[in-house]
Nanobody
Framework: QVQLVESGGGLVQAGGSLRLSCAAS????????MGWFRQAPGKEREFVSS????????GYADFVRGRFTISRDNAKNTVSLQMNSLEPEDTAVYYC?????????????????WGQGTQVTVSS
């Protein structure tokens, strides 16, 4: 079993920045991929970004448009999402997810464990 805990969400004005972090604990595999997804009220969960074990492969949704950067620290079992130039449309609950596969993926069904989510609210 793997536990994921997100942090770093909050309220920010449009154009501002937030940094989300996700800490993984428990029986993690030696190499695993991580991803970020988000879900806005009344909408389906959507892919935001993903990263392979060695960070050699990264994935971003089109709407990121260079504003977000994903990174990881394997020594600490953490993954981060730096979000800049935030827009009201970015308002959502952000979830980190863990996959036993060592590859980045935008498909939520390939992820095995999910965090509880952290709220990001961007005011206009």
């Amino acid at each position: 079993q793997v536990q994921l805990v997100e942090s770093g969400g909050g309220l920010v004005q449009a154009g501002g920045s937030l940094r989300l972090s996700c800490a993984a604990s428990g029986r993690t595999f030696s190499r695993y991929g991580m991803g970020w997804f988000r879900q806005a009220p009344g909408k389906e969960r959507e892919f935001v970004s993903s990263i392979s074990w060695n960070a050699a492969s990264l994935g971003y949704a089109d709407f990121v448009r260079g504003r977000f950067t994903i990174s990881r620290d394997n020594a600490k079992n953490t993954v981060s999402l730096q979000m800049n130039s935030l827009e009201p449309e970015d308002t959502a609950v952000y979830y980190c997810a863990y996959t036993k596969l060592n590859l980045p993926s935008s498909r939520p069904n390939l992820y095995d464990y999910w965090g509880q989510g952290t709220q990001v609210t961007v005011s206009s």
